[in-house]
């Protein structure tokens, strides 16, 4: 049985207080929030969850799971603990922890909302520790939750998360930019859902270079000059500029 406090209250330790006690051989000791206060009655009414324990019990390891900025302040509570420190931050340093504390990183590489509950099953989550034998409890935590497990370097998880960024962050600002010129011209955003759903599917069996398509691709000038005129947002047009752009020397390569 592994024994997991939560440190933070946020959407990401939600997510996994919630796989957490529905799995076999993980025991949520507490969740606290980033101060060290005890979870709430009313956030454990919220989330159904009857698992946490209001007491002082220690854990195997504590997960650190709050935004980035807060990462290294939070972690400073916890130097005098001879317990697992992790946090699952994408873009955080492991060495931003204590250096007097055994550390590590539990980083499910998934967007994560509110009231959507995801399938931990298929998220990768990237593991990384000073040693062996934090390395391999952190591998079988992940396990238990997940199919997909990477140990991967800070410096690498670093670079994925910035990938992630674009093809995740970056993407999704370009469904809300379609969904504001949809609405400007009284379309439903819901005609484009299905284009979304094959764009997506077809990265599953071509490489995003042999699945791009487009004005920018074919290079059709007259396409692309009356698109930028129809543009009357002044961000929405530099970043039709911008894209145009580098879809055009993606293709022009020598």
Known sequence: ????????????????????????????????????????KALQTTLRNDNIA?????????IIAVSDDAIAAVSKQFTNSKKLIVHTSGSVSMAVLPREIRSGIFYPLQT???????DFKTIPICIEADNAED?????TLAESISEAI???SSDQRKSLHLAAVFVNNFTNHLFQIGNE???ENDLSFDILKPLIAETI???????PTDAQTGPAKRNDSKTIERQLGELKNKTH?????????????NFNKP
């Open 112 to 118: 994560f909302s509110k009231g959507r509950e995801v």
């Open 150 to 152: 990477y140990e991967v």
């Open 54 to 62: 209001q007491v002082t019990e220690q854990p195997d390891l504590y």
């Open 1 to 40: 049985m592994i024994k997991v406090t939560l440190v933070g209250t946020g959407t990401v330790s939600k997510h996994l207080l919630r796989v957490f006690s529905k799995t076999d051989g993980i025991h949520v000791v507490q969740m606290i929030s980033s101060r060290g206060d005890a979870l709430s």
């Open 201 to 207: 599917e077809k990265i599953s069996s071509l490489t």
């Open 135 to 139: 390395l391999e409890l952190l591998r």
């Open 237 to 249: 047009k530099e970043v039709y500029r911008v894209l145009t752009k580098s879809i055009k020397e």
């Open 181 to 183: 010129i949809c609405q």
